[in-house]
């Protein structure tokens, strides 16, 4: 393995702005790993060598004039494949947008060329971002790079396996109920959900658009600093952005915070909640906080019960509501048909999978009428009852403590039979999307058969400074971000 492809995005950054590699070096070296992985990884979708390689070209001879668009000028990254451009084809992992090329791009896109950086290739996601697996994609599987016969976490598995597998030191994810956290659990790397409303959604192709956010996925916390400093910042063309400015992410881990107070909710680590070597690595986790001077309280979530069931009933309403778009008339798949209805019919039953299709049925029974208000309406008023819980837990801590994930990465195909199983992964993770609020997940140490695990740190809403800062201070003290699978 290349030495280049072992460093983060901050230390490559290092050695460009010193003259020590190229860009054009480094590109190489990301794209020669995943050459040589991507017949049994599965990360990607589309790698696009020699427009990178010829894009961090590019970047070297600016640099060489001293145009340097931004520290990262030159370095790559990747791209799950649900952010639209121009340049990249964008099918969101399914057959009925086979083909697409939005005439637009995504702003956070945008913000990543304006910054310099080199797209290497798009990522492999559960369709529409529906799936906790990876395995929901007309692009076949992706697998776990610690373990190749499981599955990386979804929907972002992808990007999350691309960085642990060392094919690219960052990539974007998004995340509704937990897409981009629980992967990068799963795949022992770290994953921030910022809040609702700081990264722009303008060019995401929505699944549920009152959820959905785009983050970062790094190996280290001072590279998903990095990253979000780049994608972050008000948008006009998103009606739901902040129009709040933009704190120098890098800047605050260092600054610790003082006399920290760190949330465990009694609800969260129920003893038939998760594995019990999910919550011995959390506590351990927590015990290094308490090392460094924070102090542990007990916090009550008391709705968190009801998050799963609230989250499948907003989510599915919302993607009902936002798939419809796809008909086969204006773009992507269209079947063949003797009538205007069969096509539409062929189109959708062909064009979507069956878990699409499954979330598609639920989302529209429950918008129905007569059962509008016993589901949807009922689950919005779930919605504001958890988010009152994290309102009054953050009057008596800073931060809250939970695991990621119930559980390590399971066997491919297990759960694809079950939804309800599946659904059960995100048990951790769909709260804090129904809150709006930022988290944070942080390798914490591996099960016993050496599968990675993560710790769910979670703030108020925009405090990503604080939430930045303790995941760096956690790992200036442990080496568990440091790990790399062997492949």
Same mark, same amino acid.
């Given at each position: 393995m290349s030495t280049l492809v072992s460093r983060s995005l901050c230390e490559l950054a290092q050695l460009v702005n010193a003259g020590k590699a190229s860009c054009r070096e480094v590109t190489e070296a990301f794209l020669d790993r995943s050459d040589? *992985?991507?017949?049994? *990884?599965?990360?990607?979708?589309?790698?696009?060598?020699?427009e990178a390689l010829r894009e961090a070209e590019d970047a070297d001879r600016l640099r060489a004039r001293g145009e340097v668009r931004s520290r990262w000028h030159g370095l790559p990254l990747a791209v799950k494949e649900i952010l639209v451009s121009p340049n990249l084809e964008t099918t969101c992992g399914s057959r009925i947008l086979r083909g697409f090329r939005a005439p637009y791009e995504a702003t956070v896109l945008g913000r990543v060329r304006e910054a310099g950086m080199v797209v290497i290739g798009t990522t492999n996601m559960d369709e529409f971002a529906m799936g906790s697996s990876c395995e929901n994609s007309a692009h076949g599987v992706t697998a776990n790079p610690w373990d190749l016969s499981r599955v990386p976490g979804g929907s972002s598995g992808g990007s999350a396996a691309a960085?642990?597998?060392?094919? %690219?030191?960052?990539?974007?994810?998004?995340?509704?109920?937990?897409s981009i956290r629980q992967p990068a659990a799963l795949c022992g790397v770290v994953g921030l959900k910022p809040t609702y409303g700081r990264v722009s959604r303008y060019g995401? %192709?929505?699944?549920?658009? =009152? @959820?959905d956010q785009v983050g970062p996925i790094a190996r280290t916390v001072?590279? &998903?600093?990095?990253?979000?400093?780049?994608?972050? !910042? +008000?948008?006009?063309?998103? =009606?739901? =952005?902040?129009?709040?400015?933009?704190?120098?992410?890098?800047?605050?881990?260092?600054d610790p915070p003082t006399g920290l107070r760190v949330g465990i909710p009694r609800e969260f680590v129920a003893e038939d909640g998760a594995?019990?070597?999910?919550?011995?690595?959390? +506590?351990? &986790? %927590?015990?290094?906080?308490?090392? /460094? !001077? &924070?102090k542990t309280v007990e916090v009550s979530l008391p709705h968190t019960p009801y998050g799963v069931a609230a989250y499948y009933l907003i989510c599915t309403a919302e993607a009902s509501s936002n798939l419809s778009r796809y008909d086969g008339v204006k773009y992507g798949f269209r079947s063949e &048909?003797?009538? @205007?209805?069969?096509?539409? /019919?062929?189109?959708? =039953?062909?064009?979507?999978?069956?878990? %699409? /299709?499954?979330?598609? @049925?639920?989302g529209t029974f429950v918008l129905s009428a007569g059962y509008y208000d016993a589901y949807y309406r009922k689950a919005q008023q779930v919605r504001t009852l958890i988010r009152q819980d994290f309102q009054r837990a953050f009057e008596n801590c800073d931060v809250i403590a939970t695991p990621t994930s119930p559980g390590p990465a399971w066997p491919l195909g297990e759960r694809v039979n079950d939804p309800l199983k599946m659904y059960l992964s995100d048990v951790f993770t769909v709260t804090v999307n129904l809150a709006g609020l930022p988290a944070l997940s942080v390798p914490c140490g591996f099960t016993s058969a050496g599968l990675p695990l993560g710790l769910q740190l979670i703030a108020p809403p925009l405090e990503e400074p604080r939430l930045l800062a303790v995941g760096h201070t956690y790992q200036r003290e442990t080496d568990w971000h440091q790990a790399a699978p062997e492949l």
């Amino acid at each position: 393995m290349s030495t280049l492809v072992s460093r983060s995005l901050c230390e490559l950054a290092q050695l460009v702005n010193a003259g020590k590699a190229s860009c054009r070096e480094v590109t190489e070296a990301f794209l020669d790993r995943s050459d040589q *992985l991507e017949g049994r *990884l599965g990360a990607f979708v589309s790698l696009r060598r020699e427009e990178a390689l010829r894009e961090a070209e590019d970047a070297d001879r600016l640099r060489a004039r001293g145009e340097v668009r931004s520290r990262w000028h030159g370095l790559p990254l990747a791209v799950k494949e649900i952010l639209v451009s121009p340049n990249l084809e964008t099918t969101c992992g399914s057959r009925i947008l086979r083909g697409f090329r939005a005439p637009y791009e995504a702003t956070v896109l945008g913000r990543v060329r304006e910054a310099g950086m080199v797209v290497i290739g798009t990522t492999n996601m559960d369709e529409f971002a529906m799936g906790s697996s990876c395995e929901n994609s007309a692009h076949g599987v992706t697998a776990n790079p610690w373990d190749l016969s499981r599955v990386p976490g979804g929907s972002s598995g992808g990007s999350a396996a691309a960085v642990a597998a060392r094919e %690219v030191p960052v990539a974007l994810g998004t995340d509704t109920g937990g897409s981009i956290r629980q992967p990068a659990a799963l795949c022992g790397v770290v994953g921030l959900k910022p809040t609702y409303g700081r990264v722009s959604r303008y060019g995401l %192709v929505a699944f549920a658009s =009152s @959820l959905d956010q785009v983050g970062p996925i790094a190996r280290t916390v001072e590279d &998903a600093a990095s990253l979000l400093g780049v994608i972050a !910042g +008000h948008d006009p063309r998103d =009606s739901t =952005s902040m129009d709040v400015g933009v704190p120098d992410y890098a800047a605050a881990l260092d600054d610790p915070p003082t006399g920290l107070r760190v949330g465990i909710p009694r609800e969260f680590v129920a003893e038939d909640g998760a594995d019990p070597e999910v919550l011995e690595r959390m +506590h351990d &986790a %927590v015990r290094v906080l308490e090392a /460094k !001077g &924070a102090k542990t309280v007990e916090v009550s979530l008391p709705h968190t019960p009801y998050g799963v069931a609230a989250y499948y009933l907003i989510c599915t309403a919302e993607a009902s509501s936002n798939l419809s778009r796809y008909d086969g008339v204006k773009y992507g798949f269209r079947s063949e &048909a003797a009538t @205007l209805d069969e096509m539409y /019919k062929r189109s959708r =039953s062909e064009g979507f999978g069956a878990e %699409v /299709k499954r979330r598609i @049925l639920l989302g529209t029974f429950v918008l129905s009428a007569g059962y509008y208000d016993a589901y949807y309406r009922k689950a919005q008023q779930v919605r504001t009852l958890i988010r009152q819980d994290f309102q009054r837990a953050f009057e008596n801590c800073d931060v809250i403590a939970t695991p990621t994930s119930p559980g390590p990465a399971w066997p491919l195909g297990e759960r694809v039979n079950d939804p309800l199983k599946m659904y059960l992964s995100d048990v951790f993770t769909v709260t804090v999307n129904l809150a709006g609020l930022p988290a944070l997940s942080v390798p914490c140490g591996f099960t016993s058969a050496g599968l990675p695990l993560g710790l769910q740190l979670i703030a108020p809403p925009l405090e990503e400074p604080r939430l930045l800062a303790v995941g760096h201070t956690y790992q200036r003290e442990t080496d568990w971000h440091q790990a790399a699978p062997e492949l």
